[in-house]
């Protein structure tokens, strides 16, 4: 047994400490010792975007950081997201526009989302599918995931 | 993942003192997005994971059009195309770093982690040779300078030795009638490997009709990135025109010695070598005529 590492950062605007192991990864820490279970494991190798969050305002693969990396960090899940009971406009298109099936792939489609809207308000539809490359859906097809990420867009604008 | 111990060293001596004395296999952490994956399908093991992205060294981005460009070794790729002067003066690079896997991965992936990674298909390796870029090398006997082409030795090996570690790429301040550009070819969009690929620098003589310098490297076709010396020689002097990068192109198809896998056959990347080549010629030299 691997001595235990402690680690202090932000989720979710909250400060956070926790123990873990070094060979943890930051998703495993999310999901198994912070009950944080909107991210996804997926693939568990960088490819399919399933347990996307942002790490100090980037998107990244939750499954190859390792916890330990995020000392000091500020860390924002999909939890995060919908604001005292409100679902934020991304996952209201998302529900809207039936933009998932299964639904597994839907958590980092939403992190990722936002994090495209919060750099580029008006995306085209090649900037939404270019940015969202590393997001793996096997049931929608895509295109009602670009629509509503279409829309959302357009609602945000309007506010 | 099997167990190992952290370290994240803030200097480079205390990083370069880890890597030699660790008891056992010690492996350094940047972005991940390679080491991670490999821990974890076991195809590399460690003991010892010392994580570089605390020492200032390793995350210094400055660039001035006289000193030119000082990229640290871990420095994310999304800071190299979102930085407006680095992408104008190095567009090779910035094309390159910009379809390092997808935009999760280029949040976390580096240059010099793609150099260290050292496959034969890295997006980012072929820009760096074209664009004549140093590798700072730190370790237990001081620092050393190492060219991008002599950086990788076979697939998945390179200079480094114990203690060692990467921890700048220099490059060139910009010609001022220079281009570059850098192409690889996938059979779909995005997040994919190169079959074949290749880099082009550029700089032109005043006219802007005769290429003064030229540096061509192509990558995924042979063990490791290769510079194409001959070409790149060759191109001096010559009138830029799609004659010439034609040609250019047959010369670089003579340091390419593909595989035939899955991606692609040996033919098939061949033929690559000549048109990327000359596409990237092409673009380069549209690019250094502004």
Same mark, same amino acid.
């Given at each position: ?7 202090s950062?932000?989720?979710n ?6 123990l ?8 495993e820490?999310?999901r198994?010792?912070?009950?944080l ?8 190798n960088?490819?399919c ?14 499954? $190859? ?6 000392e000091?960090?500020? $860390?924002e ?6 604001c ?5 406009? $991304? ?13 597994v ?12 809207? =919060? ?7 090649? =900037?939404?599918?270019?940015n969202l ?9 895509? =295109?009602?995931i ?14 | ?5 952290y370290a ?5 001596a ?11 296999q010690?492996?350094i952490l ?5 080491l ?13 994971v010392?994580d570089?992205?605390?020492i ?5 981005l400055? %660039? ?19 930085h *407006? ?5 190095y567009?090779?690079?910035?094309? @390159? ?5 997808? #935009? ?5 992936a ?5 150099l ?10 072929? &820009?760096?040779?074209a664009l ?18 002599? %950086?990788?030795?076979?697939?998945g090996k ?12 220099? %490059? &060139?301040? &910009?010609a001022?009638?220079g ?7 996938i059979?779909r969009n995005e997040m994919?490997?190169a079959?074949a690929?290749?880099g082009? #620098? ?11 310098? *030229? ?7 042979? &063990?490791?990135p ?7 020689q #060759?191109? @001096?002097?010559?009138? @830029? ?15 390419a ?10 033919e ?9 080549t000359?596409?990237?010629l092409?673009?380069?030299v549209e690019?250094?005529r502004?």
């Amino acid at each position: 047994m691997s001595k235990k590492i402690h680690v202090s950062t932000t989720v979710n605007g909250e400060s956070v400490e926790f123990l873990c192991e070094a060979r943890q990864s930051l998703l495993e820490v999310l999901r198994e010792n912070l009950s944080l279970t909107g991210a996804k494991e997926g693939c568990n190798n960088g490819n399919c975007g399933a347990c996307t969050v942002m790490l100090n305002g980037v998107p990244v693969n939750s499954c $190859i950081v390792l916890a330990v990396e995020v000392e000091g960090a500020a $860390i924002e899940t999909v939890e995060g997201l919908a604001c005292h009971g409100h679902l934020h406009p $991304i996952q209201k298109c998302f529900l809207e526009g039936a933009a998932l099936q299964c639904g597994v792939c839907t958590p980092g489609f939403l992190v990722t989302a936002k994090a495209l809207l =919060d750099k580029n308000p008006n995306p085209s539809e090649h =900037d939404i599918r270019f940015n969202l490359a590393n997001n793996l859906c096997r049931c929608t097809g895509y =295109d009602k995931i670009v629509k509503a990420v279409q829309a959302a867009a357009a609602e945000l604008q309007t506010r | 993942m099997k167990s190992f111990d952290y370290a994240a060293p803030t200097s480079l001596a205390e990083a370069s003192a880890l890597l030699a004395h660790a008891n056992g296999q010690a492996r350094i952490l940047a972005g991940g997005t390679d080491l991670l994956v490999q821990l974890r399908e076991h195809l590399r093991e460690a003991d010892l994971v010392v994580d570089v992205k605390r020492i200032p060294e390793l995350m210094e981005l400055s %660039f001035t059009p006289e000193q030119g460009l000082r990229l640290g070794a871990s420095v994310p790729c999304y800071r190299i195309y979102e930085h *407006a002067e680095v992408s104008a003066a190095y567009p090779a690079l910035a094309e @390159a770093a910009r379809i390092v896997g997808g #935009w999760q991965i280029q949040s976390r992936a580096s240059v010099g982690g793609n150099l260290c990674n050292s496959s034969p298909a890295g997006d980012t390796i072929a &820009p760096l040779i074209a664009l004549g870029a140093s590798c700072t090398v730190v370790g237990p006997e001081g620092t050393r300078q190492v060219a991008a082409e002599e %950086f990788c030795v076979s697939p998945g090996k390179n200079v480094l030795r114990r203690g060692e570690l990467l921890s700048t790429i220099v %490059f &060139p301040p &910009p010609a001022k009638s220079g281009g570059s550009a850098y192409e690889r070819f996938i059979p779909r969009n995005e997040m994919d490997i190169a079959v074949a690929a290749a880099g082009s #620098w550029v700089e032109l003589d005043p006219s802007g009709k005769t290429i003064k310098n *030229a540096r061509v490297a192509i990558t995924a076709v042979a &063990p490791t990135p290769r510079f194409a010396a001959e070409a790149s020689q #060759w191109l @001096a002097g010559k009138p @830029a025109t799609e004659e010439t990068f034609a040609q250019a192109g047959e010369l670089a198809k003579k340091v390419a010695s593909p595989i035939t896998d899955m991606r692609g056959t040996q033919e098939f990347r061949v033929h690559l070598v000549g048109v990327l080549t000359k596409r990237t010629l092409a673009k380069a030299v549209e690019r250094a005529r502004g």
